[in-house]
Structures are given as structure tokens and as C-alpha cells.
């Protein structure tokens, strides 16, 4: 399995995600803007994703909420910026447990070869914000996504993909 890297680099308010896919771009893109493929890789393994709207074009709109074992709900909304397409994906990104810390964030889907090198770049307002998603454990849950998103698009790879 590929390794996620994450980057955050001190004094830019940026978070780098990069993780290279045994996929086609086409199969990427979908997980990120169909619904019922989202949420199946989308946050940690032990939470359960709920999408209340999900408009992937032009100045659509999206929210979704992650529940725990316990009850407890942490909502995410945004808006995307131009319409998503196998060129990226361009969206704002809040978390509603700290409202007015949106960050804007850029996905892009290189093919080398048959392979698909993902990469999420994530700028935020200030270092600060920043430094308090690094520091909310984020580095798990993306990590987690990650394999998950692995695992969903290498059960959608066509048998002559993988066998070639």
C-alpha cells in the first residue's frame, strides 16, 4: 500500500497531502464528487458519514457530518469554485466546531502510467489556523481516508488495469 505524506511547512499557512493511487484519474475524481462513493472512504474508520447535500459544480454547495459511537456529530460545510473536473477539484473547507476558519482547498489528479498521483493542497487564513488542524489529530484521520480511498478504488479498477 502507497504512503500518504503530509506537509506542513513552518510559517505557511498550507497543509500538502500527496498520495500516489494503482488507479486511472477517472476512478479518483468519482470517489470525490459521487455521494455514495464519498462516503465510503471519507474521515476515520470509526465514524459514520452522513451527506446532507452534496452540489459538486459551479458555486454548489456541500455539508456532511461525521458521527462517533457515541452520538456526537461534527459537521463540515463548503462551496465549490468552478466546476470539478479530472483537472481538480476547487473548494472552500469549514469545520463547524470553529466557525469563520474556512481554508480553500485545491485536489488535482496527475496520471503517470496508470497510476494517479492525488494531491491536496489546503490554504488556510492564517499559520495559526493551520497549526490548530495539525494539532486537532487531522494527520490520523487523513491518513485513514487515505487507505480507505485506496481500498474503494482498487475494488473499482478493471481486472486488465490491474493484471497489465
Not at 459514520?48 to 459537521?75: K, L, Q, S, V
Not at 492525488?118 to 497549526?131: K, N, P
Amino acid at each position: 500500500m502507497a504512503k500518504t505524506t503530509i506537509t506542513a511547512e513552518p510559517g505557511v499557512p498550507t497543509i500538502v497531502i500527496t498520495r500516489e493511487f494503482d488507479a486511472p484519474r477517472d476512478l479518483l475524481f468519482r470517489a470525490h464528487v459521487e455521494p455514495d462513493l464519498l462516503v465510503r472512504w471519507l474521515g476515520p474508520r470509526d465514524l459514520t458519514m452522513a451527506i446532507d447535500h452534496f452540489d459538486p459544480r459551479h458555486g454548489g454547495t456541500w455539508r456532511y457530518t461525521h458521527r462517533d459511537a457515541d452520538g456526537n456529530e461534527y459537521g463540515f460545510h463548503g462551496v465549490f469554485h468552478g466546476t470539478p473536473s479530472l483537472d481538480g477539484i476547487l473548494q472552500t473547507w469549514e469545520f463547524e466546531g470553529m466557525p469563520g476558519h474556512a481554508s480553500l482547498e485545491k485536489v488535482t489528479f496527475e496520471e503517470r502510467g496508470g497510476r494517479t498521483l492525488l494531491r491536496q493542497v489546503a490554504v488556510y487564513q492564517s499559520v495559526e489556523d493551520r497549526d490548530g488542524m495539525v494539532a486537532s489529530g487531522m494527520e490520523g484521520g487523513v491518513n485513514d481516508s487515505m487507505d480507505r480511498l485506496d481500498e474503494l478504488v482498487a475494488g473499482m479498477v478493471p481486472v486488465a488495469h490491474r493484471e497489465g
